[in-house]
């Protein structure tokens, strides 16, 4: 669950990177067409995108016109953990040789990333929760409540003009540079002990009431989960960084809103008695009346712009779609195809190209590396043209699956053609401590991950092992080992001279859809020794 959820992430953290690549240089352009308010409903929306781990399925379209190529395919599955069988090309005259079944108890790089990522994630939202806290305890040592009567009857008439019933603590405190907003329940607003005028002081509560009117506290909180997610990209701290300065210039517009040039003027100067009077800390779950030199710069420039800006309601759904529609295209693996096979596929019924539709030049650049145990071998470019295209070994009319490294073969019915291998392992423990073995488990090339379609999976044990295994409801003498939680043990369905083949205690209980096509398939002894 947690490597589907991370596998998720860095697909939806991809797509977003690439529409952020697109639209930061061109923000210049977009601000002389759009208001900053527009601005930051756009971060806004690629918040809510980088913050829902589901990639959309477009079912229209027979292939994902971003699908990964088949070396980014192998890297990401890698780090995610879904382990499809690897065609990969070894250099010609190379024999490449099957690796053992793992029984290490060694996390495998997926688990490690997820919880890098998850520390990560973890470590991010402490420092930011951490830090405002702090905050709030320093604001309650060093500040006290506004007591002057014209200035809390200024308060409130700024609150009644924008329509504020909430109460909202007014304290001055002596450790801010800057007046702010802060507080996600029990609003509070703060200003430095400096003196003021009347219109300076109308202008400060003026901006911060419109901040808390327009929620901006929650939608940095937002924004701020958005960048804990995805704390490895560094785009996203960007974002965060340029969001930040819209939310600023839009609620500078809201102040200054059908005013004429000297009103403007003079919300400028506060502006800049605000700034002149030393450097903020700046806490992510506050608003802040200044900021730095060239936030400054550019939102004196966004108060004196007059001219007409689009709402571009049209553009920002246009957006949505995109964010959507990136994501759904982009896939390591193509619903209802497996463009990596193995174990007997029949390539040219799988859907993809055979030596018959292939160039002699691309043949010859093919070499298939047999995962499955069954053989391990480079096909030589002389006979690369029958090996990719020819039919998987039958018996009877039976597809089967051959592995030499466990002896025995498999046999399943034609509409398996497409099957895959894949490699795992399984775990119990014995007497308190974990113990491991092989595990293979034939995939249907019916499976998608929108689908699961029912696998067969095949634990291997030693026949020592097996002698061990408590295989039923009560425990009989000499069983130590226990496999999974189950109160019943893996069923053997095979066994040679040296393993034996069980398959786990309630490996259908889910219920996938093709359960009853393995139940018979199960039922007609497809096991057997390899001839």
Not at 286 to 291: A, H, K
Not at 483 to 512: C, H, M, Q, W
Request: hydrophobic share 40%.
């Amino acid at each position: 669950m947690l490597e589907s959820l991370f596998r998720n992430n860095l697909i939806v953290s991809a797509s977003v990177s690439f529409l952020l690549l697109l639209l930061l240089p061109l923000m210049s352009e977009i601000r002389k067409r759009y208001s900053a308010r527009w601005c930051s409903w756009l971060w806004l929306l690629l918040a809510l995108r980088l913050l829902i781990p589901v990639n959309p399925v477009i079912p229209v379209l027979p292939s994902a016109p971003f699908a990964f190529s088949e070396q980014t395919s192998r890297v990401v599955q890698s780090i995610t953990g879904t382990a499809d069988p690897v065609v990969s090309s070894a250099p010609s005259g190379t024999v490449p040789t099957a690796a053992p079944a793992s029984v290490a108890s060694f996390p495998t790089l997926a688990e490690i990333l997820c919880i890098i990522w998850l520390s990560g994630m973890i470590l991010f939202l402490l420092y930011h929760l951490l830090g405002y806290f702090h905050f709030l305890s320093t604001i309650r040592h060093f500040s006290t409540p506004v007591k002057n009567s014209k200035v809390l009857e200024l308060l409130e008439e700024t609150k009644k003009e924008l329509k504020i019933r909430k109460n909202i603590r007014f304290l001055i405190c002596k450790n801010t540079a800057s007046p702010l907003t802060t507080g996600f329940f029990r609003p509070i607003l703060i200003i430095p002990g400096y003196c003021y005028q009347k219109s300076e002081l109308s202008f400060i509560l003026r901006h911060e009431l419109f901040h808390y009117k327009r929620r901006d506290i929650w939608y940095k909180f937002f924004l701020t989960c958005a960048n804990a997610v995805h704390w490895f990209n560094p785009l996203v701290y960007y974002m965060v960084a340029v969001s930040n300065r819209d939310i600023e210039m839009s609620c500078d517009l809201d102040v200054v809103k059908n005013s004429d040039a000297a009103f403007r003027k003079s919300y400028v100067e506060t502006l800049l008695f605000a700034v002149q009077d030393g450097k903020q800390r700046f806490m992510s779950f506050s608003t802040y009346l200044c900021g730095g030199k060239k936030i400054m710069q550019a939102r004196f420039a966004n108060i004196f712009d007059k001219s007409k800006k689009h709402r571009g309601v049209p553009t920002l759904l246009a957006l949505l779609f995109t964010v959507l529609a990136v994501s759904g295209f982009t896939a390591c693996n193509t619903p209802g195809q497996n463009p990596l096979i193995i174990g007997g596929a029949n390539s040219s019924e799988a859907g993809y190209n055979t030596a018959s539709s292939a160039s002699e030049a691309d043949l010859a650049q093919v070499q298939l590396y047999v995962t499955d145990s069954a053989s391990s071998s480079t096909v030589s470019k002389k006979n690369q043209a029958s090996s990719v295209s020819s039919k998987p070994d039958q018996a009877d009319g039976q597809i089967r699956y051959q592995n030499r490294q466990y002896g025995f073969q498999f046999l399943l019915p034609q509409s398996w053609s497409g099957y895959r291998i894949i490699e795992d392992q399984w775990s119990g423990t014995e007497n308190g401590k974990d113990v491991f073995g092989p595990k293979i488990t034939i995939r249907s090339p019916k499976w998608t991950t929108q689908n699961d379609y029912q696998d067969i999976p095949i634990d291997i044990f030693t026949q020592e092992q097996w002698a061990k295994v408590v295989k039923g409801p009560s425990q009989k003498p000499g069983e130590d080992i226990f496999i999974g939680a189950a109160p019943v043990g893996p069923t053997k369905i095979f066994e040679n001279s040296k393993y034996v083949f069980a398959l786990p205690a309630r490996y259908d209980f889910t219920g996938d859809e093709g359960i009853e096509e393995v139940h018979d398939i199960l039922a007609h002894s497809p096991m057997q020794p390899l001839s």
